[in-house]
């Protein structure tokens, strides 16, 4: 993990539970340099807003506003 | 009868499979399989060198039974099924390596998020998926 996706991983937690509140369910959000950069309803068209702001880069961090990611996973094989 | 990608099960043990392309933000696209696990909770999980290659966008990394797990938005399509998603997928060389001890050619594991987006199902001889029914 680079130090932009860790700084952005940690932002995301922090305001983890704000999403769910901010943004409707499902929303995309963008993090970059731990910081919110972006959001959209969908994922193309949060792309071209990141476009705009010159951020259409494979380390921008992206969540969707409410959706519960897990901190571990068990799989069985 | 629509569209469907029928697969014999492969490997040894014999599992089921699909066949999927990925593709990257450039539009480069690799046709890869991938051993079903509808006990998988992660839509798809690739080796590390495959998510560096076709990550769109990075995303919330979590732990694993086999380590840590890289998250990143990938492409997926089946273009015989006109599927084409962008969906949360992680990275991981352990899993992988187990994988692909069923058969060497597989890239990698899908899970069941990867199959809701789908309809499924198998008999004795095949595993089969098909465009989810409209409506």
Redesign the interface.
């Known amino acids: ?1 680079t130090s932009n ?1 860790a700084k ?2 940690r932002a ?1 937690r922090e305001v983890e539970a704000e999403l769910g509140a901010r943004y409707p369910y499902g929303h995309f959000v ?1 993090f970059d340099g731990g910081r919110i950069v972006a959001d959209a309803p969908d ?2 068209r949060l ?1 071209e807003a990141l476009d705009a702001i010159g951020k ?1 880069r ?6 969707q506003a409410g959706v519960k ?9 | 009868m629509g569209a469907q990608q029928k697969n014999i099960y492969r490997g040894e043990p014999a599992r089921a499979w699909i066949r999927l392309h990925l593709v990257s ?1 450039g539009n480069e696209w690799r046709e890869c399989d991938f051993l079903v ?1 509808t ?4 839509a798809i ?1 690739v080796d590390a060198s495959t998510m560096r290659g076709f ?12 380590g840590a ?5 990938l492409r997926l399509a089946i273009p015989e099924l006109e599927f084409d998603v ?1 969906t949360l997928g992680y990275a991981s060389d352990k ?1 992988v390596d ?2 692909k001890r069923s058969d060497p050619k597989f890239a990698g ?1 899908v899970g069941l998020p990867l199959l809701r987006m789908l309809e499924y199902g198998g008999n004795g001889g095949h595993f089969w998926v098909k465009a989810p029914a409209s409506g």
């Open positions: 993990m996706q952005n991983q995301y963008a994922f193309d792309t259409d494979s380390d921008v961090f992206v969540v990611y897990p901190d571990e996973v068990f799989i069985l094989l | 933000a696990d006990g998988n909770p992660c999980i990550v769109w966008r990075g995303s919330v990394s979590t732990d694993s039974n086999f797990l890289e998250a990143g938005w962008k899993l187990v994988v594991l």
